[in-house]
Structures are given as structure tokens and as C-alpha cells.
């Protein structure tokens, strides 16, 4: 979470390791935050106690114990805040992690032996900085006075692999998020500022067929909106299928999406001889 990003080839254990610890950690932010919340409250109480005594106590020798303690509580309080917001949920998105994780458990037992998973994936929030395309010119409303619009595109996960009869499978999910962000005055004539968030995740998979081992003769059984092209290389069948996805701001994203592209587009290839495992048996 630290580098923002999973990047490079990975043995799949490996990967799976990776992604669990991610998780973990995830899981421990909220203990973490409460234990946090708990010191800082106490923090503040010490604060307050500890400055009454001082004052208190101002010609004795004992208001420099006070003062040392009130001097320790606000440095207390001040870590506790700085190590709030550096555990803030909203820095650690979720939303690649727990897509690799169900993906590479599935495609696990059709690759090739000893093959690595080469992965690209952002662990960033889809409204950073970094992803924002352009900004659109500014506009209002009736309620709204000022409004502008800004556009972003986050690559959100970019997977390669090599099956064990021969396919290549290149896989991806990339959002791209619309931020509305709207502006007017509140009855005491303070700016009032209000966000709306779109976003749609567009998801890719390309199948490089080895025509040695394996030849297209099924039919393709793919969501209603999915599109799906097909054509002929001299090594063998290449096989793009593409989905476009509305998603709601507030709903992390399923492993599904792209594990029933994957799926529906495996379900139309079949193996040269009768001897053969039916590959992708797990996709």
C-alpha cells in the first residue's frame, strides 16, 4: 500500500501470500483506529487535568511534574491524530487486491508449471490526483451555482499468464469516474460544496490460442452486454472479449466481472485431441 501499486511477475503463491497480507491489514486498521480514538480521548482528559493542577500548583516544585505531563499529553494527542489520518480507510482501496486474489486462485491449477503471473495493479483511491485526465469547464444549475466536472481514468488491474496448453491470457479492468463537484451559498452566505461520483469499469480479456494443442468449436456463452471479436493468426485463435460496467461509488468491485468473461470466452475452446484435459476446467 506504501508504493500504491502490485507490479512485476509473481510465482502464484506468492501473489496469493501478497494479497492475504494486504487483507490483514486491512482487517487490522479498524482495532487499530478505536485503540487510537481511545488515546486520544484519554490524551485530551490529561491535557485538561494536568494544566488545571499546574496552574494550580504554580509555587510548588510539583507543578513541574504537572507541567512535564501536560507538556506529554498534547505530544500524546498530536501523534495519535497524525497516525489517525495515515490509517484512514480511504487511503487503502480495496478494490484491486480483492479482485487478484479470487482470479489467481481460479486460474491456478491450468497454468503452465512453473510459470509466473505478470501483474499491474493500483492500489490507490479511483478520484486521486494521479488519474485525473482533464477538468471540464465550469457550469451551473439551478441549485448550483458553480459546478465543474472532473475526469478520471485508473488502471485498475493488468493481468498476463501463460495456460498449460499453450493459451495466453491477457486480462484488465480500467475505471473511468466522473467527480461532479457542485458549489452554492447556505442562508448565512457560506459556500456549500457538494460531490456526485460516476464511475464505469471497463474490462478486457484477450485469448491467444496455440493452435498445436487447441482450436476454437464451441460456442461463446458471455454476458448479454459483453462484445466479442474473433481472428485468425498464424499461431492460432485470438479471442477479444470486452464489458462495459456501471458500478455505484459506494460498491467495491467483484472478481466476477472478469472471471465470467474469462469463463464464457474459454467455453468455446476445445482441445486438439480427445486426450486432453479440457483446459481452463477451473476458468
Request: charged share 25%.
Amino acid at each position: 500500500y506504501a508504493a500504491g501499486k502490485i507490479h512485476g511477475q509473481w510465482p502464484p503463491s506468492e501473489l496469493l501470500d501478497l494479497v492475504g497480507s494486504l487483507q490483514a491489514f486491512r482487517d487490522s486498521l479498524k482495532p487499530k483506529q478505536q485503540k487510537a480514538r481511545r488515546v486520544r480521548i484519554a490524551a485530551i482528559f490529561g491535557i485538561v487535568i494536568f494544566a488545571i493542577l499546574t496552574f494550580a500548583m504554580s509555587d510548588s516544585i510539583i507543578a513541574l511534574v504537572w507541567a512535564v505531563l501536560f507538556v506529554a499529553s498534547i505530544a500524546i494527542l498530536v501523534i495519535t491524530i497524525v497516525r489517525s489520518v495515515r490509517l484512514s480507510d480511504g487511503k487503502f482501496n480495496p478494490d484491486a487486491a480483492s479482485v487478484i486474489g479470487p482470479i489467481v486462485k481460479c486460474i491456478t491449477p491450468d497454468l503452465s508449471k512453473n510459470t509466473p503471473v505478470t501483474v499491474n495493479a493500483s492500489l490507490r483511491s479511483p478520484f486521486e490526483k494521479e488519474f485525473l485526465v482533464k477538468e471540464g469547464q465550469k457550469y451551473s444549475t439551478s441549485a448550483y451555482p458553480e459546478c465543474v466536472d472532473r475526469f478520471y481514468k485508473r488502471p485498475v488491474l493488468s493481468l498476463e499468464c501463460r495456460i498449460s496448453d499453450g493459451t495466453r491470457l491477457i486480462a484488465g479492468m480500467v475505471e473511468h469516474s466522473t467527480e461532479s463537484v457542485l458549489k452554492k451559498k447556505n442562508p448565512r452566505g457560506k459556500w456549500k460544496t457538494k460531490k456526485k461520483y460516476r464511475r464505469k469499469i471497463g474490462i478486457r480479456v484477450r485469448i491467444q490460442l496455440d493452435k498445436t494443442q487447441t482450436r476454437l468449436t464451441g460456442q461463446f456463452k458471455l454476458p448479454a452486454d459483453a462484445q466479442v471479436r474473433h481472428r485468425e493468426s498464424p499461431r492460432g485463435d485470438v479471442i477479444l472479449v470486452s464489458l462495459n460496467k456501471t458500478v455505484k461509488d459506494a460498491n467495491p468491485l467483484k472478481a466476477s466481472l472478469l472471471l465470467d468473461l474469462m469463463a464464457g470466452a474459454y467455453k468455446a475452446v476445445t482441445p486438439q485431441s480427445s486426450k486432453q484435459t479440457q483446459p481452463g476446467g477451473n476458468v
